[in-house]
């Protein structure tokens, strides 16, 4: 069968003129080169040299061989270079999930910046998405990594998860709307108030523990419109459409015209996480260990 070392010794001949030039510069002896060479040529089924005494000539089959050969051997020697580069770090590209409500502060705008600065030659392909797509996408080899919130569809034994962070829930409303206080709000405050939500498929244990919290202090969410992005929630919240209740990670960045409250009584403790493949790459591995050198008072 042939092999990368047939093609290596046949392209010395050619470039050397002669078996015996050609084992000299591969530092082997002759007859094995001569061997290798006969070798291929059965492989091939036609002569690709032609024996003049000590020298040797390239058929026309030879010549083209030989430079298909060539380009085959420089093809084999930039794909080794390249994973070279990769496994230092030096080349590539990780493909990253993240939630647009967690990018704006914390450890994900950290990690990015310190990993970009590293490793100036790796193209970071960021994909905003939901934290059950991220999963999925981790778990299909689509992503690499991923910033994500617990999802039933999470597997742990086939990822890598790093807790970052507690996060909680907020009400979000529109300025225009006043309550007589400013600090936390109470049910009454809140009662009969139009809701925007997101529908339950996007984050089903999310969804369900927001509820169930808001069922549990008496409020029945009237939900007036839905939308499946916390961007596009607020977004109708600042257009006066309803109240919302979202990520407090939303705080970070707040429309200008969204006030955002604690409501006594509503409480919806979620991990955000760093998610990898398993095993993860070295450009993962490398995301991963910056992720775990962050300290919490930067976050």
Request: charged share 20%; with cysteine; net charge negative.
């Amino acid at each position: 069968m042939m092999e990368l070392r047939h093609l290596r010794y046949f392209v010395a001949v050619a470039d050397h003129g002669g078996i015996s030039h050609a084992a000299d510069r591969l530092n082997i002896a002759q007859p094995a080169v001569s061997r290798q060479i006969r070798d291929l040529e059965a492989d091939v089924g036609v002569d690709l040299l032609l024996r003049e005494g000590r020298r040797v000539v390239l058929t026309d089959a030879g010549r083209a061989f030989a430079a298909r050969a060539r380009a085959v051997l420089a093809a084999s020697e930039n794909a080794a270079e390249e994973a070279r580069r990769i496994d230092k770090g030096e080349a590539g590209h990780l493909r990253i999930g993240l939630l647009e409500s967690a990018s704006w502060a914390g450890h994900l705008p950290i990690a990015l910046s310190r990993f970009a600065r590293a490793y100036p030659d790796v193209r970071l392909d960021v994909v905003p998405m939901g934290s059950v797509e991220q999963i999925d996408a981790l778990l299909t080899d689509k992503l690499d990594v991923g910033f994500v919130y617990p999802q039933p569809n999470l597997v742990v034994d086939a990822l890598t998860l790093l807790p970052l962070r507690t996060d909680d829930v907020v009400m979000a409303a529109s300025a225009d709307l006043v309550f007589d206080t400013d600090g936390p709000l109470d049910l009454d405050d809140i009662d009969g108030l139009p809701i925007v939500s997101f529908p339950r498929s996007v984050a089903p244990g999310y969804h369900d523990a927001l509820f169930g919290a808001l069922s549990g202090i008496g409020f029945d969410p009237v939900v007036v419109q839905e939308a499946e992005t916390e961007t596009t929630i607020l977004s109708l919240v600042s257009a006066g459409v309803g109240c919302a209740f979202v990520n407090v990670a939303n705080t970070h960045r707040p429309p200008r015209n969204v006030r955002f409250y604690k409501v006594r009584g509503v409480s919806v403790p979620i991990q955000f996480l760093f998610a990898a493949r398993k095993p993860a790459g070295g450009l993962a591995q490398r995301l991963q260990h910056i992720v775990q050198a962050i300290d919490a008072t930067e976050a």
